[in-house]
């Protein structure tokens, strides 16, 4: 149940008009019974759960396998996400980093909502930081959603960074261009003109990482045009659920050599995960680990997980 608190906690907060920066914002009169949209504050229904809260980073850590660095999804933070996953490996012996990506200063801790070109910068950064602080020869990368997206996009655009990343983990990424539950297609019913307006109204409600992985977004024809998606030395493993109705298999799937893509029902076939369920889905962690250790170990049981 609690579960499910923070979820829709943090959805209708990510999805409010207070979580978006406005360029013109309309002031509210002193009198008004309105909610102070200039609190831009974090919920106290996030902070206060115990769910809420990753470790921190500790470049000092040791461990004999690779430091793993865990990207959240859209409109996430580090402090929610992945970071039940990110405690777990921790207790598992693996050093553990993980930031915010793509926030605007108005609104700090939601994350993922900038350009996807300029996250992926901020990402490689982290990259290469961890690394250099811990002085590890490799360094794994895991992702949930646009995260999952950043997993993969990252070693395939920014320099360098193939050659310093073994594995990536990628939890229902929208390679192929993310549909919205069929929203998509009405933003080209118009053709190119309606696809225009779609994207500049994104834009204006401060996601323009919402078109850029959206199908014909900027992210989404990076993909298609490249020669190779996953980089040569890159270990990927795509894991997905056939109950994601958000990010179907086939939108997340990489057919190239060498690509493991892995459908949780096949090892779990009783677990109908959806695609925001994929963060904590214990079916789902022993994939992770799995593919991390390149071993098909039962490191934890089959369970039932969230269908959203």
Same mark, same amino acid.
């Given at each position: 149940?609690?579960?499910?608190?923070?979820?829709?906690?943090?959805?209708?907060?990510?999805?409010?008009?207070?979580?978006?920066?406005?360029?013109?914002?309309?002031?509210?009169?002193?009198?008004?019974?309105?909610?102070?949209?200039?609190?831009?504050?974090?919920?106290?229904?996030?902070?206060?759960?115990?769910?809420?809260?990753?470790?921190?980073?500790?470049?000092?850590?040791?461990?004999?396998?690779?430091?793993?660095?865990?990207?959240?999804?859209?409109?996430?933070?580090?402090?929610?996400?992945?970071?039940?996953?990110?405690?777990?490996?921790?207790?598992?012996?693996?050093?553990?980093?993980?930031?915010?990506?793509?926030?605007?200063?108005?609104?700090?801790?939601?994350?993922?909502?900038?350009?996807?070109?300029?996250?992926?910068?901020?990402?490689?950064?982290?990259?290469?930081?961890?690394?250099?602080?811990?002085?590890?020869?490799?360094?794994?990368?895991?992702?949930?959603?646009?995260?999952?997206?950043?997993?993969?996009?990252?070693?395939?655009?920014?320099?360098?960074?193939?050659?310093?990343?073994?594995?990536?983990?990628?939890?229902?990424?929208?390679?192929?261009?993310?549909?919205?539950?069929?929203?998509?297609?009405?933003?080209?019913?118009?053709?190119?003109?309606? #696809?225009?307006?779609?994207?500049? &109204?994104?834009?204006? $409600?401060?996601?323009?990482? %919402?078109? !850029?992985?959206?199908? +014909?977004? @900027?992210?989404?024809?990076?993909?298609?045009?490249?020669?190779?998606?996953?980089?040569?030395?890159?270990?990927?493993?795509?894991?997905?659920?056939?109950?994601?109705?958000?990010?179907?298999?086939?939108?997340? #799937?990489?057919?190239?050599?060498? &690509?493991?893509?892995? $459908?949780?029902?096949?090892? %779990?076939? !009783?677990?109908?995960? +959806?695609? @925001?369920?994929?963060?904590?889905?214990?079916?789902?962690?022993?994939?992770?680990?799995?593919?991390?250790?390149?071993?098909?170990?039962?490191?934890?049981?089959?369970?039932?997980?969230?269908?959203?």
């Amino acid at each position: 149940m609690r579960f499910s608190v923070l979820l829709i906690a943090q959805t209708f907060w990510s999805l409010s008009a207070r979580a978006l920066p406005s360029p013109n914002p309309t002031p509210i009169p002193e009198d008004a019974d309105s909610p102070d949209l200039s609190n831009t504050s974090i919920p106290d229904a996030l902070r206060l759960d115990e769910l809420y809260g990753a470790p921190d980073n500790d470049f000092n850590c040791k461990s004999e396998r690779n430091p793993v660095v865990l990207l959240h999804g859209l409109s996430a933070d580090r402090e929610v996400d992945l970071n039940m996953l990110q405690w777990e490996l921790n207790r598992r012996g693996y050093c553990t980093f993980s930031l915010t990506y793509g926030a605007w200063d108005l609104v700090p801790w939601i994350g993922g909502l900038r350009e996807m070109a300029d996250s992926a910068k901020d990402i490689a950064g982290f990259v290469r930081e961890v690394k250099d602080k811990t002085g590890a020869e490799k360094v794994d990368i895991v992702g949930h959603s646009e995260g999952g997206v950043q997993a993969i996009y990252v070693p395939m655009t920014q320099d360098g960074i193939s050659d310093i990343v073994e594995h990536l983990v990628a939890l229902g990424p929208a390679i192929h261009g993310a549909e919205y539950l069929g929203v998509t297609d009405l933003w080209y019913i118009g053709g190119e003109a309606t #696809r225009s307006i779609a994207k500049l &109204v994104q834009r204006l $409600i401060g996601c323009p990482a %919402c078109d !850029d992985m959206m199908t +014909g977004g @900027a992210v989404y024809h990076d993909f298609k045009s490249a020669d190779k998606i996953v980089q040569p030395g890159n270990k990927a493993t795509i894991i997905m659920s056939s109950s994601d109705i958000l990010v179907k298999p086939d939108v997340s #799937r990489i057919d190239e050599p060498g &690509v493991n893509n892995v $459908i949780v029902q096949d090892t %779990c076939p !009783d677990d109908v995960v +959806g695609h @925001a369920g994929l963060m904590w889905d214990k079916s789902v962690w022993r994939l992770v680990v799995n593919a991390l250790e390149e071993n098909n170990d039962v490191v934890f049981p089959c369970e039932i997980g969230m269908p959203v």
